[in-house]
C-alpha cells in the first residue's frame, strides 16, 4: 500500500488593521515568536510558503500554503494556529481549502497529468 500523500491547505486571508499596524520588524518578531513557537510544540512535518495577491485581490490579501504529512499533522498545525494572534486577530480567515496534490490519480491509479512549459 502506498504511503499516505502530503496534505496541503491553502489557507485564504486577509490583512487586519492591527496588523498593519506594525512595522516589518514588529510583524516578523511576531511570526518568529507567536506562531513558529506554537507550531514547533505541537506538530511535525510541516512545511509552508505564503503567497501575497493584495495586488490583485481586495477580499484576499495572502495566501498561506502549508503542506502536512499527513492529516494529524495538518489537524495540529491548524490547532496551533488557532491559538496564536495570527488567527483571527491580524488575519482574518476568509476560507480554508483543503486537498490532496493529484488525489484522482492516486485514487484510479493512474499516472498524475501535469503541465510542463518549455
Known amino acids: 500500500?502506498?504511503?499516505?500523500?502530503?496534505?496541503?491547505?491553502?489557507?485564504?486571508?486577509?490583512?487586519?488593521?492591527?496588523?498593519?499596524a506594525l512595522t516589518v520588524k514588529e510583524r516578523e518578531h511576531a511570526f518568529s515568536t507567536q506562531v513558529l513557537p506554537a507550531i514547533e510544540a505541537r506538530t511535525t512535518g510541516v512545511?509552508?510558503?505564503f503567497y501575497d495577491?493584495?495586488?490583485?485581490?481586495?477580499?484576499?490579501?495572502?495566501?498561506?500554503?502549508?503542506?502536512?504529512?499527513?492529516h494529524?499533522?495538518?489537524?495540529?498545525?491548524?490547532d496551533a494556529l488557532r491559538e496564536t494572534p495570527f488567527w483571527d486577530r491580524y488575519f482574518e480567515i476568509v476560507d480554508l481549502l483543503v486537498g490532496i496534490e493529484n488525489g484522482y490519480a492516486r485514487?484510479?491509479?493512474?499516472?498524475?497529468?501535469?503541465?510542463?512549459?518549455?
Open 1 to 20: 500500500m502506498p504511503a499516505e500523500a502530503p496534505v496541503t491547505a491553502f489557507i485564504l486571508v486577509k490583512t487586519m488593521p492591527e496588523w498593519l
Open 47 to 49: 512545511r509552508s510558503r
Open 53 to 70: 495577491t493584495e495586488y490583485y485581490s481586495a477580499r484576499v490579501t495572502d495566501v498561506w500554503v502549508w503542506e502536512a504529512d499527513d
Open 72 to 78: 494529524e499533522s495538518l489537524r495540529l498545525l491548524i
Open 107 to 118: 485514487t484510479y491509479g493512474l499516472d498524475p497529468v501535469a503541465t510542463i512549459s518549455t
